[in-house]
């Protein structure tokens, strides 16, 4: 037997002397039992409770994916976007309602009889006139925003027909942008064009959804709403 480094090396008995031999015996000359020897490693089961795969899933692991976006830009939705007969039905409809609209408010504003003999009554009827120009004005301006912005994107003509303004965001409909897109850019910007055009820019407001791909009418790409089935 040698020292190195304060370590022996060796067996006393010798390796191949027997395991119980090499172990030794205690103070009453009993054989000590040798350690019993660790279990060699075995390989994961396969199949089975144990196997790779088969326990518990982790959270999260079978959640559904997220969708491809849709032409919208954000996550797919059951929107479907309106057909251009739904969008034309429900513009006459509410056109119809505004002159009723305005015309009520006109009888109110002036009364109903008016005189019309003599100069008089000529000056009347030029002052009723432009007083109705200016109530059906007001309504026509102020009916669709209001009511985009109350009902989230409907008017009456657009809930008989069943379809509805939304935002590309999915974000509820607000003043501002029921503002900007019926009297700023439909009313105001369409008209401004309209009146040195003959006409062609409400032309190509009314008939634009035929060639774009979303069913979008011009002032929709500004302010980037959708007309869809509600």
């Given at each position: 037997?040698?020292?190195?480094?304060?370590?022996?090396?060796?067996?006393?008995?010798?390796?191949?002397?027997?395991?119980?031999?090499?172990?030794?015996?205690?103070?009453?000359?009993?054989?000590?039992?040798?350690?019993p020897?660790?279990?060699?490693?075995?390989r994961p089961?396969?199949?089975g409770?144990?196997?790779?795969?088969g326990?518990?899933?982790?959270?999260?692991?079978?959640?559904?994916t997220?969708?491809?976006?849709?032409?919208?830009?954000?996550p797919?939705?059951?929107?479907?976007?309106?057909?251009?007969g739904k969008r034309?039905?429900?513009a006459i409809v509410?056109?119809?309602?505004?002159?009723?609209i305005?015309?009520?408010?006109?009888?109110?504003?002036?009364?109903v009889?008016?005189?019309?003999?003599?100069?008089?009554?000529?000056a009347?009827?030029?002052?009723?006139?432009?007083?109705?120009?200016?109530?059906?004005?007001?309504a026509?301006?102020?009916?669709q925003?209001?009511m985009?912005?109350?009902?989230?994107?409907?008017?009456?003509?657009?809930?008989?027909?069943?379809?509805?303004?939304?935002?590309?965001?999915r974000?509820?409909?607000?003043?501002?942008?029921?503002?900007?897109r019926?009297?700023?850019?439909?009313?105001?910007?369409?008209g401004?064009?309209?009146?040195?055009?003959f006409?062609?820019?409400?032309?190509?407001?009314?008939?634009?959804?035929?060639?774009?791909?979303?069913?979008?009418?011009?002032?929709?790409?500004?302010?980037?709403?959708?007309?869809?089935?509600?």
């Open positions: 037997m040698s020292d190195q480094g304060g370590f022996t090396s060796g067996d006393p008995l010798g390796e191949s002397a027997p395991r119980e031999q090499r172990v030794g015996t205690d103070a009453f000359g009993r054989p000590i039992e040798p350690p020897r660790a279990p060699l490693p075995t089961a396969t199949t409770p144990g196997a790779y795969g326990g518990p899933v982790p959270p999260g692991a079978l959640a559904p997220t969708p491809a976006p849709d032409p919208f830009g954000a797919r939705s059951p929107f479907v976007l309106a057909s251009w034309a039905v429900a509410d056109g119809l309602l505004i002159a009723v305005a015309f009520v408010l006109f009888a109110i504003v002036t009364g009889g008016i005189n019309s003999d003599g100069s008089d009554g000529f009347a009827l030029i002052i009723s006139f432009l007083i109705a120009l200016l109530v059906f004005t007001l026509a301006l102020l009916y925003p209001l985009l912005w109350k009902t989230d994107g409907q008017t009456v003509g657009k809930k008989m027909t069943g379809i509805r303004v939304v935002k590309a965001d974000t509820p409909m607000d003043l501002g942008t029921a503002v900007l019926e009297i700023v850019l439909k009313s105001i910007a369409v401004i064009v309209s009146s040195f055009t006409g062609l820019a409400y032309l190509a407001d009314w008939f634009w959804p035929f060639f774009d791909d979303q069913n979008r009418a011009l002032h929709d790409f500004l302010v980037d709403t959708r007309v869809v089935d509600a």
